[in-house]
């Protein structure tokens, strides 16, 4: 089974930058595509931005133009480079695994954002 852990989280005055990482392990094979998801508290959980294991991506609109996901396939980590943050952009961050074998998403426990205005 994949298992994901999550980094990178902190607090940022707004306009400041963060960079998330995800490694994942396990079964790393079953993997079709990573992804990461936020939820703010009162909101439900949105996606933020994914790439699958050819490298196509998808972003959220409101962080396309300062948000860039990547990722290393050799070593099973996903990076989510967010410049410019914004106060809106505080909420847990979530790591996504989609198992191509199980037909499940797994999911890392989770990192916190948070932006200061």
């Known amino acids: 089974q ?12 707004a306009g ?14 079953s993997i079709n595509a990573m992804g990461w998801y ?7 959980r949105e996606l933020v931005a994914d790439i699958t294991r050819r490298g196509s991506t998808n972003y959220l609109d409101s962080v ?3 948000f860039t996901i990547s990722r290393d396939i050799d070593k099973n980590t996903v990076y989510l480079q967010m ?3 914004k106060p809106e952009a505080t909420a847990d961050y979530y790591c996504n695994a989609k198992d ?17 205005s």
């Open 100 to 116: 191509g074998v199980l037909m499940r998403d797994r999911w890392g426990r989770g990192t916190q954002v948070t932006v200061s």
């Open 64 to 66: 396309k133009d300062r």
């Open 16 to 29: 400041e930058s963060l960079r998330l990482s995800c490694a994942a392990s396990g079964t790393t094979p």
């Open 38 to 44: 936020r939820q703010a508290p009162g909101k439900q």
């Open 2 to 13: 994949v298992e994901l852990v999550e980094s990178g989280g902190g607090l940022v005055q």
């Open 83 to 85: 410049n410019s943050l």
